[in-house]
């Protein structure tokens, strides 16, 4: 991939951070209203339910200022995939708990965290190949690819940055 893949892999990182941003600050500043079409007003009228959407609310806060803030594309691509993981989490808890959540909870999680995945699997693998090409001109860089000699399994390990 060309370093427009790694740029457009940043937009992708941009958007979706102030995207995660939103939704923390939405949910930290009203969590009723926000959180009733993910856990129905009930819960999320109730002080337990409060408190969990906003330990939610500060989750995506943070992770969103994270996204925004790392500039190292192979720690960004690490970050992209610990964001999916995050969704997806998010995505699974709710399709299991479909039956007493409200209707449209599996159809709104689904598209919100189900699109944040693919995203950010994307993100990661474009910030990941940009990073390999950057790689070849550049040596050593951020991260390096090595082989486990036994069993032939790829494994990522940190090296020092070297100034370019």
Sequence with gaps: M?????RTGRSVVRVMAIG??????TLMAAPKPAGAGWIGSD??????GSVLLRTT???DLV???AALRESDPGRAAHLQLGLAA???TDLLVTLAARRALPPRAPVFVGAIAGSAVVAELWAARALASDLALASKFR???ALRQSTHLR???SRWRRLPVVPA
């Design 2 to 6: 060309s370093s427009s893949g790694g």
């Design 20 to 25: 995660r941003i939103a939704i923390g600050a």
């Design 43 to 48: 819960i999320a009228g109730s002080p337990g």
């Design 57 to 59: 609310a500060i989750r």
């Design 63 to 65: 992770l969103g200022v």
């Design 86 to 88: 995050v969704d997806a």
């Design 139 to 141: 040596v050593p860089h």
């Design 151 to 153: 069993s032939g399994r």
